[in-house]
């Protein structure tokens, strides 16, 4: 299944930036909700075992989101996540890193349809993946950027293009708004510089460079710190909500709020 390579090379590209790190690196404030460095890794660790248990133990997951939605709401995401997992560091790295490997190794054959429990509806196996492949890369984007490194793109960003794309409705549905008829053109070039494109509706174009339609739709950058060229109202009210994650309306970052830093 070629969601799960590229959730694991997806994976693999944090890795590398992380090596090195010395130890009060790790808590480095990003840009990204006041998180830290192991903020994001126990985030990012943390899920990747949920969606495994959610495969191989669905009444163990469904237990466990029980407890976390209560733990949630008497003492807030981090505190919850961050009490669940107890390493930090170079030790959170590690283990990070074997579970990511041991995903990929166990989730390999499994059949891309058949369907896996989840917050909310459950998803097919292979959009379990491409999920965990969207939030290492979107959440990676914010260590990239603090680290001040640029990350090599490749072209499996396709995966996270294609959620922003099929998301298109449920961006509106969540902010409460009437989801249009038809999805805008969309004129994208990948990382290799083949042309992607999607849509039907010529009045309402976008056009640029995939990644930075990628970062828009899973809310890394507002579109006014990308190049994209859009055009039409409903192109741009899609752009200025895009959400590609489930979960409840946010709001995408202010313009210049979430950048590399230099």
């Not at 509106?172 to 249009?180: K, L, T, Y």
């Not at 039907?200 to 995939?210: H, L, P, Q, R, S």
Request: hydrophobic share 45%.
């Amino acid at each position: 299944m070629q969601q799960t390579i590229d959730f694991v090379a997806e994976s693999e590209a944090l890795d590398v930036v992380l090596d090195g790190l010395a130890s009060e690196d790790w808590d480095t404030v990003t840009q990204f909700k006041g998180w830290t460095i192991n903020d994001v890794l126990v985030h990012l660790h943390f899920w990747n075992g949920m969606v495994d248990v959610a495969l191989r133990d669905p009444d163990g997951f469904t237990r466990e989101v029980g407890d976390m939605t209560a733990a949630i709401s008497a003492g807030g995401f981090r505190e919850t996540e961050n009490a669940r997992v107890i390493e930090r560091g170079p030790a959170l790295r590690e283990v990070w890193r074997a579970r990511y490997l041991e995903i990929g190794e166990g989730w390999a054959a499994l059949d891309p349809k058949a369907r896996v429990q989840w917050v909310g509806p459950d998803m097919s196996v292979r959009s379990a993946m491409t999920a965990r492949q969207m939030e290492t890369w979107a959440h990676g984007q914010e260590v990239f950027d603090i680290l001040g490194q640029q990350r090599r793109e490749q072209d499996r960003v396709s995966n996270i293009v294609m959620l922003g794309v099929n998301t298109f409705g449920w961006s509106f549905q969540v902010h409460g708004r009437e989801v249009p008829p038809a999805l805008p053109q969309l004129h994208l070039t990948a990382p290799s510089g083949e042309a992607w494109r999607f849509g039907e509706d010529a009045e309402n174009t976008i056009t640029g460079a995939a990644v930075e339609f990628a970062q828009v739709v899973a809310q890394t950058r507002n579109i006014a710190d990308t190049a994209l060229a859009v055009a039409g109202p409903v192109a741009a009210e899609w752009m200025a909500i895009a959400q590609c994650f489930a979960g409840g309306p946010e709001t995408p970052p202010a313009p210049g709020q979430r950048h590399r830093q230099v």
